[in-house]
């Protein structure tokens, strides 16, 4: 999808997560004097409100007339003088290479509709660049739902280590087929197995599983995860690599089943519905405007029970009609001759509309596009079982974009600080999450794009090798690249930020989030209304084959099957268009008419773009005017909750003090690594985790243990070096008891002072655990065994 607008760029702390230059946001509707629920009094409210949608609408035009001045300019900056030959050659040529490029674009589309009936006839299957196996199917689970794991098959030039922990990719279950993990070898199956990781891909079928929820998905995604664990038996537990809204989905895996669950990495994965910035991500106020989850229940019941992938795909293409309309279409019409095969390519996976169950759809409007529940702990799986997100031991990396517009940086991150709301509660949890913010891919770029691959997914999967000796905190990601004789070469700069950062991610902190839960009231009012009086009627209205019939006729499939072979009117098309391309005319680029062309495409996207700043506004204006009239007077309840919420760290701090004399020469090393660190710079560089792992890293000894055994010692540690780090210190003797261990902690440390770049204050850390370690205790002779007394007698 292409972008809607350029997102303002956070100020602070947060910026590590998003680097560029900082926005200067324009006042949103809920800015203003607060009331106990977060919002301006009534009147003032409605004022703001009609206030901010004048600017809107002001801002929209001048961008349009922006965009026009730019486009004229452009124009008459190409003008140059031409003799009237000139000018009749190059009207003959341009218009000679409009025709052949009218044919042999209505051509691509024909192409386009005989590969969704071949796609379709197929069964739809996944479209992955590499060959796959299936290992299990879970149709034939106890519980059946249309999923499967498949092993992907390396290709014959590389190896998989059977050392090296195992990949799951997940992809999203949202109107589309799998495959966007593994779409081009340069992709996220393409970065593991260049690494020696085995992967696999969690695939899934066209056909729901009459009665499938997606409790029974969550727990065949586990049983998954299990098989793969069995399979193959590392140090490490499985990668799990969630997309969009399979992020979502490999969270609640990983909340489910946190035994079997390695790191988890979420790309551009929506967890938080309700975050975003007004004039930003208009997507989030759908739910409000429809009225909530009633439609998604009315359009299951007039699909004949089941919900038709393609309308989430029709609220993809609404977000940005200037490309849906004439942008994407135009693009492939001005580069005919290069554009064909990619736009081919692509269509095939875009294309391809899956379905779900009406009990699926409603679970996840319910409980997340609505309800907004996963992060407070109110999405059940059972009646009385939630998914906890606390559950979830394993290192998480958060992956989002600033040009996403379908799953913004907020709604990526937002979630943190409702799950934690300090830094301490995420650190008393253990937990350890990074955050990943590129500046500008779109959302389908974070999963497509090869460059993204080759760079950013390129480096998370370096850095998953240590994350797990991370302390735990919040990070942020950056990757930086070098040049160096042609050669481009990557290093992963962490640096430790504080949850209360990530309130610089959105504006007006979160005041615009409360309408929200009026919103969702309002859906649970309106399903019920819809379950009991109208969905009775309906479903007996609509059977199985009429719901068929509606999915056949559905535009966005219409549009594919109406132009393919099966259109008598455009068998010619084929030969038409070979004979176009043995005889083709290209129109010169910098003449007038092709610059014509392209001021006119660039007044049609200015229209267009326009319309939509038009139409959001307008949208906005309404929803704020409904719903933030209605919460005026209601606290937001997760703030009430949030103020509730005791803190987390003493039990922690208490169990790790009881234990601060205990372990060995690993767990000693382990604290006199973090005693150093602490006293350095905030940010650590993946290059350097790499050179202490070469230099020490076997015989500190986390290696030998278990990754999350190792990850219990560095959280342990870390515990008591930030919050006791004296005791930390003078204890330090007592987990190396021998002058021999003394000497080899002493020896590391050295080593690791000479090849490391440390600052001043760290190395002034050396002459302490010299004078500390510098004598062990002299060895306690044991006692000598009493003489025997012999037994009378």
Not at 762 to 774: C, I, T
Request: proline content about 7%; aromatic content about 8%; hydrophobic content about 45%.
């Amino acid at each position: 999808m292409a972008e809607t607008g350029r997102p303002a760029i956070p100020q602070g702390p947060a910026r590590h997560l998003a680097q560029g230059p900082a926005q200067g946001p324009v006042q949103g509707p809920t800015q203003g004097a607060a009331t106990a629920g977060g919002l301006p009094p009534l009147l003032p409210l409605q004022a703001r409100i009609g206030e901010v949608y004048r600017d809107r609408c002001a801002a929209a035009l001048e961008t349009y007339l922006d965009a026009t001045r730019e486009a004229n300019r452009a124009w008459f900056d190409a003008f140059k003088p031409v003799t009237p030959a000139q000018a009749l050659g190059d009207t003959l040529t341009y218009w000679t290479d409009f025709a052949q490029r009218s044919l042999l674009f209505w051509d691509t589309l024909r192409q386009r509709g005989n590969n969704w009936l071949a796609h379709e006839a197929a069964g739809k299957p996944p479209l992955l660049a590499f060959d796959w196996e299936m290992v299990a199917d879970a149709r034939r689970y106890p519980r059946p739902v249309n999923y499967a794991l498949a092993r992907i098959r390396p290709p014959p030039h590389l190896r998989t280590d059977a050392e090296k922990r195992p990949y799951v990719i997940i992809d999203p279950r949202a109107g589309h087929g799998p495959g966007i993990g593994g779409f081009k070898p340069d992709s996220e199956i393409g970065v593991a197995l260049r690494a020696g990781h085995p992967v696999y891909a969690v695939i899934f079928f066209a056909e729901p599983v009459p009665g499938q929820t997606l409790a029974d998905v969550a727990q065949a995604e586990a049983a998954f995860l299990r098989l793969v664990r069995e399979r193959h038996p590392t140090r490490g537990k499985p990668v799990i690599v969630g997309n969009c809204q399979g992020g979502w989905a490999a969270m609640l895996v990983g909340a489910l089943d946190p035994e079997a669950a390695g790191p988890i990495v979420v790309n551009g994965a929506p967890m938080s519905y309700w975050a975003g910035n007004d004039a930003e991500n208009p997507m989030r106020y759908a739910g409000g405007m429809l009225g909530g989850s009633w439609t998604a229940l009315f359009a299951s019941d007039l699909g004949g029970g089941v919900f038709d992938g393609a309308h989430l795909v029709d609220n993809f293409e609404y977000l940005n009609p200037a490309n849906t309309n004439f942008g994407k279409s135009y693009n492939l019409f001005s580069k005919i001759d290069t554009e064909q095969a990619r736009y081919l390519e692509f269509e095939r996976w875009w294309g391809g509309y899956f379905l779900m169950n009406r009990e699926e759809i409603r679970w996840i409007v319910d409980n997340l596009f609505v309800g907004n529940r996963l992060a407070n702990g109110g999405a059940e799986w059972a009646e009385g079982k939630a998914f906890d997100l606390k559950a979830i031991r394993s290192p998480i990396i958060l992956f989002a974009s600033l040009g996403d517009n379908i799953t913004p940086p907020q709604q990526a991150f937002n979630w943190v600080a409702d799950l934690y709301p300090t830094t301490e509660d995420l650190k008393a949890n253990g937990q350890v999450i990074v955050g990943l913010m590129h500046e500008s891919v779109g959302h389908l770029g974070i999963f497509v794009s090869a460059s993204v691959a080759r760079r950013e997914h390129a480096q998370i999967v370096d850095l998953l090798d240590y994350i797990e000796h991370l302390p735990p905190g919040l990070y942020g990601m950056k990757v930086e690249e070098e040049r160096v004789d042609g050669t481009v070469r990557y290093d992963v700069v962490l640096r430790e930020l504080q949850v209360e950062d990530l309130q610089t991610l959105q504006k007006y902190a979160r005041k615009d989030e409360v309408p929200f839960a009026a919103v969702n009231r309002v859906s649970e009012l309106n399903a019920a209304a819809y379950e009991t009086f109208v969905h009775p009627v309906v479903s007996a209205l609509v059977p199985q084959e009429v719901g068929a019939l509606s999915r056949a006729l559905h535009p966005l499939r219409a549009r594919r099957w109406a132009l393919s072979d099966l259109n008598p009117a455009l068998a010619s098309l084929g030969p038409c268009a070979d004979l176009v391309k043995a005889h083709r005319v290209h129109r010169d680029d910098t003449g007038a008419w092709a610059t014509a062309e392209r001021r006119a495409a660039a007044g049609i996207m200015a229209g267009w773009d326009l319309y939509r700043q038009m139409r959001d506004a307008a949208v906005e204006n309404l929803f704020f005017s409904v719903y933030a009239t209605m919460s005026v007077v209601a606290p937001r309840e997760e703030e009430k909750a949030a103020a509730a919420l005791p803190a987390e760290a003493a039990p922690a701090l208490h169990d790790a003090m009881s234990r601060i004399a205990e372990g060995g020469f690993t767990e000693a090393a382990v604290r006199a690594g973090l005693l150093v660190s602490r006293l350095g710079r905030r940010e650590r560089r993946l290059s350097t985790f790499k050179r202490i792992r070469e230099l020490v890293g076997r015989e500190v000894g986390l290696l030998d243990m278990p990754a999350s055994a190792a990850a219990q010692v560095v959280r342990q540690q870390s515990t008591l070096v930030e919050h006791a780090p004296d005791s930390a210190m003078a204890s330090l003797p007592d987990l190396v008891r021998t002058a021999e261990e003394r000497r080899r902690l002493l020896a590391v440390l050295d080593r690791l002072m000479d090849q490391i770049d440390l600052e001043p204050e760290q190395r002034a850390m050396m002459p302490r655990f010299r004078d500390l370690l510098g004598t062990a205790p002299e060895p306690v002779p044991a006692p000598e065994p009493a003489p025997r007394q012999r037994k009378a007698g």
